[in-house]
């Protein structure tokens, strides 16, 4: 059994996660899907930190939950630590770290069979992916915002 407060307390969490996610999606590079590039992403994959196209949304529910945990930005609840680690990354981070060695010359694919071979590459067999990087990326901590 859940209290009055309880539940008050809990709607005001989330809407300060909405807060929090509708602010980061104004900032430039989470204006666009992260695989696809598609304008005005609405889902995420939160233990990646990722914004993206419904498109991609489903082609990473496909990869399976080890790989990809996905929610939707506004009809889904979050919890502290998923914001957290949205913070934490968000789609220029994610580019810097997945797709550092992806070719200069590179096209994004345009049809779902194609983009998710490119998802798979990039997210499940790290083809593009910065080795050099810290395993335990210290992220940006001072950014805390919960
Ligand atoms: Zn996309």
Same mark, same amino acid.
């Given at each position: 059994?859940?209290?009055?407060?309880?539940?008050?307390?809990? =709607?005001?969490?989330? %809407? +300060?996660? #909405?807060?929090?996610?509708?602010?980061?999606? @104004?900032?430039?590079?989470?204006? &666009?899907? $992260?695989?696809?590039?598609?304008?005005?992403?609405?889902?995420?994959?939160?233990?990646?930190?990722?914004?993206?196209?419904?498109?991609?949304?489903?082609?990473?529910?496909?990869?399976?939950?080890?790989?990809?945990?996905?929610?939707?930005?506004?009809?889904? =609840?979050?919890?502290? %630590? +998923?914001? #957290?680690?949205?913070?934490?990354?968000?789609? @220029?981070?994610?580019?810097?770290? &997945?797709? $550092?060695?992806?070719?200069?010359?590179?096209?994004?694919?345009?049809?779902?069979?194609?983009?998710?071979?490119?998802?798979?590459?990039?997210?499940?067999?790290?083809?593009?992916?910065?080795?050099?990087?810290?395993?335990?990326?210290?992220?940006?901590?001072? =950014?805390?915002?919960?």
């Amino acid at each position: 059994m859940t209290t009055r407060s309880e539940r008050e307390k809990a =709607q005001k969490l989330n %809407e +300060q996660h #909405q807060v929090i996610l509708s602010k980061m999606l @104004r900032e430039e590079e989470n204006k &666009y899907c $992260a695989d696809c590039e598609a304008k005005g992403p609405r889902w995420a994959s939160w233990n990646l930190g990722v914004f993206m196209c419904i498109r991609c949304a489903g082609i990473h529910r496909n990869l399976g939950v080890h790989i990809a945990r996905v929610k939707s930005v506004n009809l889904d =609840q979050w919890t502290p %630590e +998923q914001i #957290q680690s949205m913070v934490d990354m968000g789609n @220029r981070r994610a580019r810097q770290l &997945y797709e $550092a060695h992806l070719p200069e010359s590179f096209r994004r694919p345009q049809t779902d069979q194609a983009m998710e071979v490119f998802i798979r590459d990039k997210y499940e067999r790290k083809k593009y992916y910065d080795k050099d990087a810290p395993a335990t990326a210290p992220v940006a901590s001072s =950014q805390t915002v919960i």
